[in-house]
């Protein structure tokens, strides 16, 4: 466990300072922080205790859903928060177009390496990562229909507060897949032995299918 949580806490502070590195370049954000952004505008509350907020209202739609949190729920509402005030606090507003450039793209793989760390530990989902997995659950509709009804949903309430969307919001959302699909077995044990196997299985199927 001891081992687990210096995996989980690092990476969900690392979650939020990439947050921060993507917030400071203006090109766009993902869903999730163009809403914080927006609320942030109406609301006067830092960028960071919002998407506290947040995470612990979604948290709270967890229990129609019947879903159970984890350690690495609760600390993933309370962690990423503080790490992106924190990067804010520390980052300069980059003002070049090829700098802010810069700081998305390092955030964004920032994000995917940081997810990898996290993730791995396997201390529980995220509560957005829950919400999605739990309308799975309830409602039997595929995981994509629901996790894209809840990120438009989410961007469109944003955008109409005032968030910031932008190209960055749509290369995040094209991108951030495939980075995760490498930094996820990459700094996962399990996900790297799950995925080795699934590799010798269908090479064998190969070899005798030929």
């Known amino acids: 466990m001891l081992l687990r949580l210096t995996r989980l ?43 506290n907020i947040i995470g612990a209202f979604v948290l709270l ?12 729920t609760v600390l993933n509402i309370l962690l990423v928060g503080p790490g992106i005030d924190l990067g804010l606090w ?9 700098l802010r450039v810069l700081f998305f793209t390092t955030g964004m793989v ?8 996290y993730i791995g530990a396997h201390l529980g989902p995220g509560p957005r990562d829950g919400l ?42 094209l991108l951030i897949g495939p980075l995760c699909g490498f930094t996820l077995p990459f700094f996962d044990p399990v996900a790297r032995r799950a995925a080795r196997e699934t590799r010798e299985r269908e090479a064998a199927e190969a070899t005798s299918r030929s």
């Open 110 to 117: 920032l994000l995917a390496v940081a997810s990898g760390i």
């Open 9 to 51: 806490i690092p990476g969900l502070l690392l979650y939020g300072i990439a947050d921060a590195f993507m917030i400071r370049a203006a090109v766009g954000v993902d869903s999730w922080t163009v809403f914080a952004q927006g609320t942030a505008l109406h609301t006067g509350l830092s960028i960071g205790l919002l998407t």
């Open 132 to 173: 999605m997995t739990g309308i799975h659950a309830r409602f039997g509709t595929p995981i994509w229909v629901g996790r894209t009804g809840v990120e438009l949903t989410v961007l469109v309430l944003g955008w109409l507060l005032g968030g910031n969307v932008g190209l960055g919001t749509v290369a995040f959302a």
């Open 90 to 98: 520390l980052l300069p507003v980059p003002e070049p177009m090829w």
């Open 61 to 72: 739609l967890w229990i129609p859903l019947r879903q159970r949190p984890g350690l690495g």
